[in-house]
């Protein structure tokens, strides 16, 4: 494995992320109104998000070198996501500001018992186009990784992966939220990362048990992508290639609030990529970089630093040392394989 803590220098983006942001405005009320109904005694509060901001924001703190390809209004909303992913660390200067259009809002009601109601407006995401995701091309280098989910046009996307393909970079796409995709795409995917209902509704096939995993991913491998890696929440992930098929167990946490561990679990996931580590180990980073997300509220500000997901990571590889002194357990034996 790769020094984990050694000095990065280089000045061009490991890690590209084409893909959204958006403010979320929250409002917390005692009970969600009906239509019509207006529901008094909330409070309100917004906070940063969009699959490819968290993402974005996700690999800087994990600490990857992050450039993000992205769409914003000329408003305030703007200027506060804009300044924000800059104060992580992220290079923003292919992020396209367009006048007169709104940037991205997602407007919330939370009620006591956690209930929602959400309503997105796309806004400037919307306009990223063709041309924006091609722009990939110019900030990778062939060791590096693109990343993208599926809250822009599906062109884009396309064209982002077929454009980091062509330098040579390999692709991970979030295919979230769930829909159908061409085979073109999957074709250039070197890792897709569904959670178990985005994977089933791509297979076409329902995820319940280790054998219907199985399934899904031969499935989806057969389309002509290189890996698939399933979120399987607190249990971890499962990971096949046409070598592989392990599942990756979870870190064992207090969860508190999940929104957003997949976002974490990508931005992860390609931070550890990208410093060539094996797919099962990065997989293993990815996990407990999203376990400790979700012990705190929120998503991009539960997004843990380097260090954090370090120490949980060296402390499990230390635990997995000691039992296969004593008892060479199921994992253990994966864990020597690995190694
Ligand atoms: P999504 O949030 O996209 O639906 P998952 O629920 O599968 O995706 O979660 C993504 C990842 O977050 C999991 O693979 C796992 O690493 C981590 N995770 C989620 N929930 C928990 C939990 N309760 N305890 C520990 N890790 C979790």
């Known amino acids: 494995m790769p020094d984990l803590h050694a000095q990065r220098t280089r000045t061009t983006p490991r890690i590209v992320v084409v893909g959204s942001s958006n403010t979320d405005m929250v409002v917390r009320v005692?009970?969600?109104?009906r239509p019509g109904e207006t529901v008094l005694g909330g409070t309100f509060f917004t906070a940063r998000g969009g699959k490819g901001a968290n993402q974005a924001v996700a690999a800087a703190r994990a600490g990857g070198s992050v450039a993000m390809i992205g769409c914003l209004g000329d408003d305030a909303f703007g200027d506060d996501t804009l300044?924000?992913?800059?104060?992580?660390?992220?290079?923003?200067?292919?992020?396209?500001?367009?006048a007169g259009t709104p940037s991205g809002v997602?407007?919330?009601?939370?009620?006591?018992?956690?209930e929602n109601c959400i309503a997105v407006a796309s806004g400037a995401n919307a306009l990223l186009g063709d041309e924006d995701g091609a722009r990939c091309a110019e900030l990778l280098a062939?060791?590096?990784?693109?990343?993208?989910?599926?809250?822009?046009?599906?062109?884009?996307?396309?064209?982002?992966?077929?454009?980091?393909?062509?330098?040579?970079?390999?692709?991970?796409?979030n295919p979230a939220p769930a829909r159908e995709l061409p085979d073109e795409l999957l074709g250039l995917v070197s890792v897709l990362t569904p959670n178990e209902y985005e994977a089933e509704r791509l297979a076409g096939i329902p995820v319940s048990e280790?054998?219907?995993?199985?399934?899904?991913?031969?499935?989806?491998?057969?389309?002509?992508?290189?890996a698939v890696v399933v979120t399987l929440g607190a249990a971890g992930a499962y990971v096949a290639t046409a070598e592989i098929r392990e599942t990756v167990p979870g870190w064992p946490v207090e969860a508190r609030d999940t929104t957003g561990a997949g976002d974490v679990f990508n931005g992860a996931l390609a931070v550890a990529l990208a410093e060539e580590m094996s797919l099962p180990d990065a997989v293993r980073f990815a996990n407990a970089a999203a376990a400790i997300s979700v012990t705190r509220d929120g998503?991009?500000?539960?997004?843990?630093?380097?260090?954090?997901?370090?120490?949980?990571f060296a402390g499990r590889n230390d635990a997995d040392a000691a039992g296969r002194e004593t008892q060479p357990s199921h994992s253990a034996k994966h864990a020597e394989r690995d190694a």
């Open 210 to 226: 280790e054998r219907r995993l199985e399934h899904v991913a031969s499935a989806l491998l057969a389309r002509g992508i290189g």
């Open 30 to 33: 005692p009970t969600l109104p």
């Open 83 to 98: 300044a924000a992913l800059a104060a992580e660390g992220i290079a923003v200067d292919a992020i396209r500001r367009v």
């Open 299 to 312: 998503a991009q500000p539960a997004a843990p630093r380097r260090a954090e997901i370090l120490e949980l």
């Open 142 to 173: 062939p060791d590096g990784v693109l990343l993208v989910q599926l809250e822009t046009p599906l062109e884009t996307v396309v064209a982002a992966a077929r454009a980091a393909r062509r330098v040579g970079a390999r692709v991970i796409l």
């Open 106 to 114: 997602a407007l919330i009601l939370v009620d006591e018992v956690g």
